[in-house]
């Protein structure tokens, strides 16, 4: 069938996946993670990107927030996470940032992007960052 035609987009035998995504961006929180005990100490601000995969047509279809996720939540559990239990890595930190957003049933995939502006390098630079993507399994 050729692009742009009457079931062009119908699902094959593979399957069309059709995924909305909710964005949040900059979301700073302090916390105390880091390999060197002057980072435990004093702690430093994080910044995380998400992008979260889900089907928003059934709660627009019902202008229905029970069927999508709310995003001030997710954005309140983010923020708890990096204020909470520190860690070596900013991997597993985005690891369980990741995995909190996907407890959300509407969420099917999530994209994690951990900022940390403020870390220990002796080099001039802008920022350090580490992206994840992890599905629902």
Not at 51 to 78: C, F, M, N
Not at 98 to 109: M, S, T
């Amino acid at each position: 069938m050729a692009p742009g035609s009457p079931g062009a987009d119908a699902p094959t035998k593979v399957g069309v996946i059709r995924v909305d995504r909710v964005a949040l961006r900059g979301l700073k929180a302090r916390g105390h993670h880091g390999v060197f005990p002057r980072e435990r100490e004093e702690g430093q601000t994080f910044i995380v990107d998400l992008v979260l995969h889900l089907d928003t047509r059934p709660a627009a279809a019902g202008d229905d927030l029970a069927k999508t996720v709310h995003y001030g939540v997710v954005a309140e559990e983010v923020v708890d996470v990096v204020q909470g239990e520190p860690v070596d890595l900013i991997e597993t930190l985005a690891e369980r940032i990741a995995q909190q957003c996907l407890k959300h049933e509407a969420v099917a995939q999530v994209e994690v992007i951990v900022h940390k502006p403020d870390a220990p390098i002796t080099v001039p630079f802008d920022d350090v960052t580490i992206t994840i993507t992890r599905s629902r399994a």
